[in-house]
């Protein structure tokens, strides 16, 4: 059984700073890619960022140059650092895992950007 399961959101002022954690654990035989995703009130979920097992990234236009997406030390294990937060950032984020050949979502962490 494969679980996925993000940490690290919460309530921060506009133009503050948050790094949302992903891990992805279980039996895991192969691994392609870790996403982040979010969903706001009432709007579609969409690809905010995400990156391969080679190391590649690719970004929504809305948060580039705001937002960074790493690999952890710890093996199958991502990153969103999210800095310069706007009030539209405000939404759950969701930890997509392209492994075994199937896609596993987490459970969603809320960010709020508010004052």
């Known amino acids: 059984q494969v679980q996925v399961v993000e940490s690290g959101g919460g309530l921060v002022q506009p133009g503050g700073s948050l790094r949302l954690s992903c891990a992805a654990s279980g039996r895991i035989f192969s691994i392609v890619a870790m996403d982040w995703y979010r969903q706001a009130p009432g709007k579609q979920r969409e690809l905010v960022a995400g990156?391969?097992?080679?190391?590649?990234?690719n970004y929504a236009d809305s948060v580039k140059g705001r937002f960074t997406i790493s690999r952890g030390n710890v093996k199958n294990t991502v990153y969103l650092q999210m800095n310069s937060l706007k009030p539209e950032d405000t939404a759950v984020y969701y930890c997509?895992?392209?492994?075994?050949?199937?896609?596993?979502w987490g459970q969603g962490t809320q960010v709020t950007v508010s004052s």
């Open positions: 990156i391969t097992d080679g190391g590649i990234t």
């Open positions: 997509n895992a392209d492994l075994n050949n199937l896609r596993f």
